[in-house]
């Protein structure tokens, strides 16, 4: 999930900002977004990038009761 509006989904590039905020883009594309969350909490901050790729390939495809994709938050 990111902080702006819109859905990310298909392939990814994963960056980490200055602040350690994680970011997200489509890959091929110039516009990076901001991982957020749904409570609208403040980010968390990630160390590295290899951190941050490592928490959302681990929770990658997981799907609630229902059968709903459950998106990554940070």
Do not use: H
């Not at 994963?14 to 990076?32: F, Q």
């Not at 968390?44 to 609630?64: C, I, K, N």
Request: proline share 4%; hydrophobic share 40%; no cysteine.
């Amino acid at each position: 999930m990111t902080e702006e509006e819109g859905t990310v989904s298909g392939d990814l590039d994963v960056a980490v900002d200055e602040a350690g905020k994680g970011l997200v883009r489509y890959r091929g594309t110039d516009v990076w977004y901001t991982i957020g969350n749904l409570e609208g909490e403040p980010p968390r901050a990630w160390s590295t990038v290899t951190d941050l790729a490592q928490a959302v390939e681990a929770e990658a495809g997981q799907r609630d009761a229902v059968g709903n994709v459950i998106p990554f938050e940070a």
